[in-house]
């Protein structure tokens, strides 16, 4: 198994990306400590683990909130000894400032998702970081979107938040792989099987463009090179991978997953 006896923290856990992940990381051996700001859906992934015999701990924890990451990745130490990889999968509903074009944007509206992302990721990264020094080893990990990359109307702050994490992905890494520490993000495009996809990359535009979901997907899918869209399947593979000694080469890099829709 790839990732036997890892210990692996992951923050979102009851999201569609944080779950898959859950998934696969417990099918290749990891002992999962899942959170999420509200534990239903966090339970509901858990007990999916824990059913197929893996392991897995769960948290009421909101991955903005210093102290609560803090006190939680002790009770992991505590409880595992270790941490070997923390993947910060959180995603935030934004329905008030999608759709707006930025001209008519509140300063304070545009910076919430850049705020809110960034804020996220370096406190989770960096708590994971000082409990993986010790050890010299350890993978931290996040998942952007091609937002990062590409010019997209009318979705307020959020292509700004994405190209802000994956330079802070580089930049945690610059610091932190001397140090034995792997620094890598994920770049998938919409997932359909996603309810947040649905939020993110089609609503904002359904009501200018007045197309449906399905048209929406398909006019996605038919720019990428296989003419579809990922599988969260597909996603949680890769995510293993680079959870893995197997990529011990990467860091400081996010891995396009767009299947051609963006070029590297
Ligand atoms: N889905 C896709 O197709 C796709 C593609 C590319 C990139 N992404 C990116 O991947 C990330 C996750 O996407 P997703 O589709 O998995 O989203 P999702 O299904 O909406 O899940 C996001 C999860 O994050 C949790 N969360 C939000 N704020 C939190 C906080 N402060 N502390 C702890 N947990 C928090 C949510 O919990 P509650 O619901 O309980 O608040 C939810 O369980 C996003 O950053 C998104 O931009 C997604």
Redesign the pocket.
Known sequence: MMLEDKVAVI??????????VALAFAHEGAKLFL????L???DAVAKDITSSGASAEVAE?????EQAVDKHLQSVIDTAGRVDISFN?????DMTTLGVPLVELDVEQFSQPIT??TR?YFLTARLAARRMLPNKSGVIM??????SRTGIPQVGG?GA??AA?EALTRDLSAELAPQGIRVVG????????????K???FEPRAKASEISWEQFQESLASRTHPRR??T?EE?ANVAVFMASEKASGMTGTTVN?TMGSLDD
Not at 35 to 38: C, E, K, L, Q, S
Not at 89 to 93: S, Y
Not at 142 to 147: D, E, N, P, Q
């Open positions: 923050y979102g856990a009851g999201g569609a990306i944080g779950g898959s959170t999420g700001r509200h239903a859906p966090v924890i909101d991955a903005l909130d999968a959180i995603g935030i509903p809110t992302y996220s996040t998942v952007t979107t091609l937002h959020y938040a994405q994490k994920l770049r998938p495009q919409a997932m359909p099987e996603s309810v947040g996809s939020r993110r990359f869209l990922m969260l996603m997953l």
